[in-house]
């Protein structure tokens, strides 16, 4: 499971940036607070949370481990999942 990442942070869309470690680019979703505070072109380091679904294997980042705790602490509750988890702490 990828625990970080560090890297330079070579693009940014509207609910994830691409950090690019060794070549190889790694699209993590993020917040909206984090996203501002991470400026393109420019080095990176996330924490990640890895989420393994059949359809699917996304990294969700965090500046903080406090960020990290409250993103895990709103996936605990039903029927919220990690994007609706990151929806919440954007705002």
């Not at 499971?1 to 060794?22: D, F, P, W, Y």
């Not at 072109?41 to 989420?51: D, F, H, K, L, M």
């Not at 393994?52 to 990294?59: G, I, P, S, T």
Request: hydrophobic share 45%; glycine share 8%.
């Amino acid at each position: 499971m990828i625990a970080s990442l560090k890297g330079l942070l070579t693009e940014k869309g509207e609910s994830h940036a691409v950090v690019e470690v060794n070549g190889v680019g790694y699209r993590v979703f993020l917040s909206q607070l984090t996203l501002v505070q991470l400026p393109e072109g420019q080095p990176a380091s996330v924490r990640i949370q890895t989420v393994v679904r059949e359809d699917a294997l996304d990294l969700y980042g965090f500046l903080t481990r406090t960020e990290e705790d409250l993103f895990l602490l709103l996936t605990s509750v039903s029927h919220v999942g990690p994007k609706m988890a990151l929806n919440l702490m954007s705002g």
